[in-house]
């Protein structure tokens, strides 16, 4: 590989704007084959936090205008990281400058509009990648194997679920995460990961009968206002499904599970074994064999080391564990190495418009109180 520089722009202050900041800073480190990343600039809504980002993280300008991000000849990279109302309009801003873009899930707030930044992408020729960090984890793509192995046989389940309680107080205000604007609720902005990570285990989803429901029916205007705004959005959601390989199984995503932080978990069940795992363990998959002694048969715990890549490349033992600034920094190196080869290495932006296909097939089925099939 060529080694060269690449131009980042970051879009967004917040949360998921650090993460990347973050990445971007560790990935050469962690990946010396890929073109470095030079920090060029970061834009925020409010120009002081765009600033003070910019001291933090090391970028070597701010603005307080995204366009001026998309007009610097020195980036070649956008990372879109605002809410999900304003990432077609930046992406497709991005695309036509001839820059490759990251952005943060879910892609849009509808289908339409991911198909729009899908073709748009594709016509220039650009890569993308879209920020489902979770399989990158070596646990993941160890499961993967196994289950394209033949280590499960034949598959007869999955079970899989995303909750959270970040949602789950009635006087936490209305945001724009709950904004109809934006999309649907927790179907997409959790239950996209869960439908990412059964995509990546067992494949495509042919069908699905969901059930989505706004449990908090009204939140405060701010904090500690008596004004109220009504909740038009889903608050959890939850979905039988059929693959297109044949077997069945069960998705479920919700913000309201009090005392859940990060219960992103699943269950395979296959006619010679299981595996199960829960990212509030990301480094633990554990595997049951069947046909062993029932008196000392049980899943087996398999830790993340080294021989599971690319642990290695973070640390030289195994049992010290990855963590989610370690998934996002896997997640950029990868994407960082594609732009490089010309060739995306995913979840990208046709993966993320097919997610998204079933997050509104599901939004369907909810409303029609039957089976949807998942548009090809």
């Given at each position: 590989?060529?080694?060269?520089?690449?131009?980042?722009?970051?879009?967004?202050?917040?949360?998921?704007?650090?993460?990347?900041?973050?990445?971007y800073?560790?990935?050469?480190?962690a990946?010396?084959?890929?073109?470095?990343?030079?920090?060029?600039a970061?834009?925020?809504?409010?120009?002081?936090?765009?600033?003070?980002?910019?001291h933090?993280y090391?970028?070597?300008?701010?603005?307080?205008?995204?366009?001026?991000?998309?007009?610097?000849?020195?980036?070649?990279?956008?990372?879109?990281?605002?809410?999900?109302?304003?990432?077609?309009?930046?992406?497709?801003?991005a695309?036509?400058?001839?820059?490759?873009?990251?952005?943060?899930?879910?892609?849009?707030?509808?289908?339409?509009?991911?198909?729009?930044?899908?073709?748009?992408?594709?016509?220039?020729?650009?890569?993308?990648?879209?920020?489902?960090?979770?399989?990158?984890?070596?646990?993941?793509?160890?499961?993967?194997e196994?289950?394209e192995a033949?280590?499960?046989?034949?598959?007869t389940?999955?079970?899989?679920?995303?909750?959270?309680?970040?949602?789950?107080?009635?006087?936490?205000?209305?945001?724009?995460?709950?904004?109809?604007?934006g999309?649907?609720?927790?179907?997409?902005?959790?239950?996209?990961?869960?439908?990412?990570?059964?995509?990546?285990?067992l494949?495509?989803?042919?069908?699905?009968?969901?059930?989505?429901?706004?449990?908090?029916?009204?939140?405060?205007?701010?904090?500690?206002?008596?004004?109220?705004?009504?909740?038009?959005?889903?608050?959890?959601?939850?979905?039988?499904v059929?693959?297109?390989?044949?077997?069945?199984?069960t998705?479920?995503?919700?913000?309201?599970?009090?005392?859940?932080?990060?219960?992103?978990?699943?269950?395979?069940?296959?006619?010679?074994?299981?595996?199960?795992?829960?990212?509030?363990?990301?480094?633990?998959?554990?595997?049951?064999?069947?046909?062993?002694?029932?008196?000392t048969?049980?899943?087996?715990?398999?830790?993340?080391?080294?021989?599971?890549?690319?642990?290695?490349?973070?640390?030289?033992?195994s049992?010290?564990?990855?963590?989610?600034?370690?998934?996002?920094?896997?997640?950029?190196?990868?994407?960082?190495?594609?732009?490089?080869?010309?060739?995306?290495?995913g979840?990208?932006?046709?993966?993320?418009?097919?997610?998204?296909?079933?997050?509104?097939?599901?939004?369907?089925?909810?409303?029609?109180?039957?089976w949807?099939?998942?548009?090809?």
């Amino acid at each position: 590989m060529q080694k060269r520089e690449l131009g980042i722009g970051l879009i967004g202050t917040g949360f998921m704007g650090k993460a990347h900041a973050f990445a971007y800073r560790m990935a050469l480190a962690a990946f010396p084959d890929i073109p470095t990343p030079r920090l060029v600039a970061i834009a925020d809504v409010n120009a002081t936090s765009a600033a003070e980002a910019a001291h933090q993280y090391g970028f070597e300008s701010s603005s307080g205008n995204w366009r001026d991000l998309i007009a610097n000849p020195a980036i070649d990279v956008i990372s879109i990281t605002t809410p999900n109302s304003f990432h077609k309009e930046m992406t497709l801003a991005a695309l036509s400058a001839g820059k490759h873009v990251h952005c943060e899930k879910p892609l849009s707030p509808s289908l339409a509009d991911s198909l729009e930044m899908v073709e748009a992408a594709e016509a220039k020729g650009l890569i993308t990648q879209v920020g489902f960090n979770y399989i990158k984890n070596p646990m993941l793509k160890l499961a993967r194997e196994m289950i394209e192995a033949g280590e499960l046989g034949e598959i007869t389940g999955f079970r899989g679920i995303h909750a959270e309680d970040y949602m789950h107080d009635p006087a936490s205000p209305w945001t724009w995460r709950i904004d109809p604007k934006g999309g649907p609720g927790v179907v997409a902005d959790l239950g996209s990961h869960i439908i990412c990570m059964a995509r990546y285990l067992l494949g495509g989803i042919a069908e699905i009968n969901a059930d989505l429901r706004t449990i908090v029916k009204q939140r405060p205007i701010a904090v500690g206002s008596s004004d109220m705004k009504p909740v038009e959005v889903d608050d959890m959601a939850r979905m039988l499904v059929t693959f297109e390989r044949g077997c069945a199984g069960t998705l479920e995503a919700t913000w309201v599970n009090t005392g859940r932080k990060m219960h992103l978990a699943f269950e395979v069940t296959g006619v010679k074994g299981s595996l199960v795992f829960n990212q509030e363990h990301l480094n633990e998959l554990h595997f049951y064999k069947a046909g062993g002694d029932p008196r000392t048969s049980g899943f087996a715990k398999i830790e993340s080391g080294p021989v599971h890549p690319p642990y290695g490349q973070f640390c030289v033992a195994s049992g010290h564990q990855l963590g989610f600034n370690d998934l996002k920094t896997i997640e950029m190196g990868e994407f960082l190495r594609g732009i490089a080869l010309g060739k995306a290495t995913g979840p990208d932006f046709r993966e993320a418009y097919n997610i998204q296909k079933v997050v509104e097939a599901a939004v369907a089925s909810s409303k029609t109180r039957a089976w949807e099939r998942v548009g090809k």
